[in-house]
């Protein structure tokens, strides 16, 4: 790896984090609000796109064989549907 | 450092496909994934049945303290990450300090959350209090022990690239415990808004 490259890796590194950061805080923000579908969508999308980043530049998996960005990213698209699914079963009672 | 001059990267090995870290370690994390979903699915529809008593309990707990664990869990991260990419450009000796910043961001996470943990016991709250509790203990306490693990693979990797053991041609140890980390954090990236947040 040059050194540039280094470089623009370690800039990506810090951009990702300030965002996972920004979006935590939008999160713990959020939960001041009460309940609701609108409310329980957003977040459970932020959730997904912070485990995406995670997932796919901490974790490297953009430069995975294809199966694995399926098997982790489907686990994340996975368990935020089911969670969604749940929560909206909760709320029709 | 003479170490730098020695190792030249591989052409092939930044374009074509490939798993950071052993595929064993992937496997195991697969199935720390598949638990993990059974216990969150389990939580969702478990509620589902039991909304009111979930929203009064979930609204007790320390949502600030959840939100700085969660701070602290990326950060320790994002940490790690600078640790891989030092020892990828064979600076890995001196940036084995960024490891060391992760595993004080993980011990900070045991800290507050075993201060969430102390209040939770001093204000009586026990496994058998409500559903709501007995998820919101053995979830979070499960993931807890994961933090736990996770920390004792950094201080080993901190050790290893302390001592100059990884480069850019032996990053498999270094990636494969990177990963297991990343798990950990990334499950906490759900567990935070579903037990904290949502209601």
């Known amino acids: ?93 | 450092m003479l170490a730098t001059s020695f190792h030249t990267p591989k052409p092939s090995s930044r374009t074509s496909p490939h798993l950071a870290g052993d595929l064993a370690i992937w496997i195991f994390i697969l199935a720390e994934l598949g638990a993990f979903a059974v216990f969150f699915g389990a939580y969702a529809f478990t509620r589902a049945k039991h909304v009111a008593d979930f929203n009064t309990a979930q609204l007790a707990l320390n949502r600030d303290a959840g939100a700085l664990n969660t701070l602290l869990l990326l950060t320790a991260s994002a940490f790690v990450v600078r640790a891989v990419q030092g020892a990828q450009m064979g600076s890995g000796i001196r940036d084995a300090r960024w490891m060391l910043g992760a595993i004080a961001c993980g011990m900070a996470f045991l800290i507050v959350k075993g201060g969430e943990y102390s209040a939770a016991f001093d204000a009586g709250i026990s496994l058998s209090s409500s559903i709501f509790h007995m998820f919101y203990l053995s979830l979070t306490f499960f993931h807890f022990m994961h933090v736990i693990l996770g920390l004792v693979i950094l201080a080993v990797l901190w050790n290893g690239l302390r001592l100059g053991r990884y480069g850019v041609n032996n990053m498999n140890r270094l990636e494969s415990g990177a990963a297991y980390w990343h798990m950990v954090d990334m499950v906490w990236l759900i567990l935070f808004p579903l037990i904290y947040v949502i209601h």
């Open chain 1, 1 to 93: 790896m040059s050194s540039t490259e280094t470089h623009s890796t370690a800039r990506r590194t810090a951009a990702l984090w300030l965002l996972l950061i920004l979006a935590t805080l939008l999160t713990w923000h959020l939960g001041e609000n009460q309940g609701g579908g609108l409310l329980t969508a957003a977040l459970l999308g932020i959730a997904l796109i912070k485990g995406l980043i995670v997932a796919f530049d901490f974790m490297a998996l953009r430069h995975a064989p294809p199966l694995w960005r399926i098997l982790v990213g489907g686990w994340l698209l996975l368990v935020c549907a089911l969670i969604g699914l749940a929560f909206w079963k909760g709320s029709l009672t």
